[in-house]
């Protein structure tokens, strides 16, 4: 009998060892010295920082940031991670105020980014490139410095863009070109040098009369495309409403990364503009 009890006594501490080792030699928890609310700031701030911090971006770039649902994974990277970096509209979104609540982190310093919903437009860039920077020097003062030299490089960089595309816009004459627009992407488009006849919101919330209204009014201006949002989901409305007006349908993105080879901003408004063109080709062919 003692010989049976003393054989299942080494078994069971035989077991204990082995998981006790098997924790200790499992993955560490993930982490990031920096949470991104988006790939916008993520974009921003790996290059400000230029791997002198670790960032990561939460939401993936091509759905809508409140729509996204946070994962286990995530809750567990903000849990070890030091800062969350966020937009202005993120801070009361649902998905984010409960993500912060399960990360249960104590010392997570959470730093707030007014950016315009106008992410892709040049100057805008330029000025939130500016406001991370006075973030990240808050938050790492002996770099500050630092920071806001690779910042002032980078806004310049990117306002040297912005008129590089400016001047191939204008090349292709898109000034006066009347379009119909999901709002969130009207600054972008404007800037561009497109007329917008009129914007129009999420596709869920917009009633038949209001869908009939917007094809009238476009219709009656001659517009020629119809521009959409990928962050916005489903572009069934936009593709019908282009039908029923006799325009083209076309979707660009509000953030880095939202298709395929645009993980920067630079690369990102280059695929917008593109997108636009090969549309307007398109009308211009169809339509005369």
């Known amino acids: ?161 912005g008129e590089e595309v400016k001047d191939k816009l204008q090349d292709a004459n898109v000034s006066g070109v009347k379009v119909l627009c999901v709002e969130y992407q009207a600054g972008f488009v404007e800037w561009a040098g497109f007329d917008v006849v009129a914007t129009y919101g999420r596709p869920e919330d917009l009633s038949v009369a209001d869908v009939e209204d917007l094809v009238v009014q476009a219709k009656g201006a001659g517009v020629a495309l119809a521009i959409d949002n990928l962050q916005s989901g489903a572009t069934a409305t936009s593709e019908a409403m282009a039908k029923d007006i006799g325009a083209i349908q076309v979707t660009i993105s509000n953030f880095p990364g939202g298709f395929e080879d645009t993980e920067t901003w630079e690369k990102a408004i280059d695929k917008n503009v593109d997108l636009l063109f090969e549309a307007l080709t398109q009308f211009r062919e169809q339509y005369g």
């Open 1 to 161: 009998m003692r010989g049976k009890i003393t054989a299942s006594i080494i078994a069971v501490l035989l077991l204990a060892a082995l998981l006790l080792t098997m924790s200790c030699t499992s993955s560490p928890a993930a982490s990031a010295d920096i949470v991104a609310g988006s790939s916008l700031i993520a974009d921003i701030t790996q290059d400000l920082t230029d791997g002198k911090m670790e960032a990561r971006n939460l939401i993936p770039p091509g759905i809508c940031p409140g729509h996204y649902d946070v994962k286990p994974s995530d809750v567990e990277t903000l849990a070890n991670s030091k800062v969350f970096i966020i937009h202005n509209w993120q801070q009361n979104m649902k998905n984010i105020t409960e993500l912060v609540e399960a990360a249960d982190n104590p010392g997570l310093v959470i730093k707030v980014i007014d950016v315009p919903d106008m992410p892709m437009v040049p100057q805008v860039q330029a000025e939130t490139t500016d406001k991370i920077a006075q973030a990240l020097g808050e938050i790492d003062p002996e770099n500050s410095a630092y920071y806001q030299g690779r910042a002032t490089e980078r806004a310049q960089a990117v306002l040297a863009k």
